[in-house]
C-alpha cells in the first residue's frame, strides 16, 4: 500500500488520482486559453486566480495558459483570420491575468525567454503598430521595454544601456521617418552596445531592412515575435 494524499490507497488508484488531477489542470489550461482567445478577462483572471490557489507552477500557467492562448492568436493574425480588435482584446485579458501572476513568477524565479525595448523613431507620433508588437512579445514570454514615440537615436542608446535589452525594435509608419531608422541603427552600432536590431511598420520592406543594416525585419505584430525569437536563437 501506498500513501496517496491523505490516506493509504493501492498503487494503481494512486496512479489514477494523480491523472485525475493532472487532467483537471490540463483542462482549466485549456480553458485558459480560451479565455484569453475571446478576451474575456474576467474568466482569465478567476482561472488564473485559481490555479495558483491549487498550486500550480506559474510557469505552467504562464506557458500552456496565457501563452498558448495569445500564440493561436498569433497564428490566426499572420493568416489574416483576426484582426487588430481581436489580438487588442486578448491581450488585455492575458494583460489583466499577468498582473496576478507576475508576482508569482518572480516568487518562482521564472525568467523572461528574452528581454526587448521597443520605440517608435524620431519624428514619428505613430504607436499602434508598436503598441500591438508589444503585446504580442509579450505574450509570447518576452519582458519589454516601450519606450514611447518620436524617440532619438540618442535615447534608444541610452535606453538600451540602461535596460540591458537584448533586442531593440524600431517602428515607423512615415515614409518621411523612415531615414531615422537609418540613424537610429548606425548610432546604435557605433555605441558599441551588443545588441540586435529589428525594424517594421507600414512603408518597411526586407530590402529597406537590408539596406540600412538592420538585423531583421518583421511585415506585422505576429510576425515580430518570430523574428525576435529567430534573432536571440531561441
Known amino acids: ?13 494512486c496512479k489514477l488520482n494523480h491523472l485525475f488531477k493532472r487532467c483537471v489542470k490540463m483542462a482549466d489550461m485549456e480553458a485558459l486559453s480560451q479565455a ?22 506559474p510557469k505552467a500557467i504562464l506557458e500552456e495558459g496565457l501563452i498558448g492562448g495569445m500564440n493561436y492568436i498569433g497564428v490566426r493574425f499572420k493568416a489574416n483570420e483576426v484582426y487588430i480588435p481581436e489580438v487588442l482584446i486578448a491581450a488585455r485579458a492575458m494583460k489583466m491575468a499577468m498582473e496576478i501572476l507576475e508576482p508569482k513568477l518572480a516568487e518562482a524565479g521564472v525568467e523572461p525567454v528574452g528581454k526587448a525595448m521597443i520605440g517608435t523613431v524620431q519624428g514619428d507620433l505613430h504607436d499602434i503598430g ?37 533586442i531593440v525594435g524600431l517602428s515607423a509608419l512615415l515614409t518621411t521617418t523612415m531615414p531615422a531608422m537609418e540613424t537610429t541603427i548606425k548610432t546604435i552600432k557605433d555605441s558599441g552596445i551588443d545588441i540586435k536590431t529589428m525594424i517594421g511598420g507600414a512603408p518597411i520592406t ?24 529567430s534573432l536571440l536563437g531561441i
Request: glycine share 10%; net charge negative; proline share 0%.
Open 1 to 13: 500500500m501506498l500513501t496517496c494524499g491523505n490516506g493509504s490507497v493501492s498503487n494503481e488508484n
Open 36 to 57: 484569453v482567445i475571446k478576451g474575456d478577462q474576467k474568466t482569465a483572471v478567476e482561472i488564473t486566480q485559481a490555479a495558483i490557489d491549487e498550486g500550480m507552477a
Open 130 to 166: 508598436k503598441n500591438l508588437v508589444i503585446m504580442m512579445l509579450k505574450g509570447a514570454g518576452f519582458e519589454v521595454i516601450d519606450v514611447g514615440v518620436d524617440v532619438s537615436a540618442e535615447k534608444f542608446v541610452e535606453k538600451a544601456k540602461e535596460s540591458g535589452a537584448q
Open 206 to 229: 526586407q530590402a529597406y531592412a537590408d539596406k540600412i543594416g538592420a538585423d531583421g525585419y518583421s511585415a506585422d505584430a505576429a510576425s515580430a515575435v518570430d523574428t525576435a525569437k
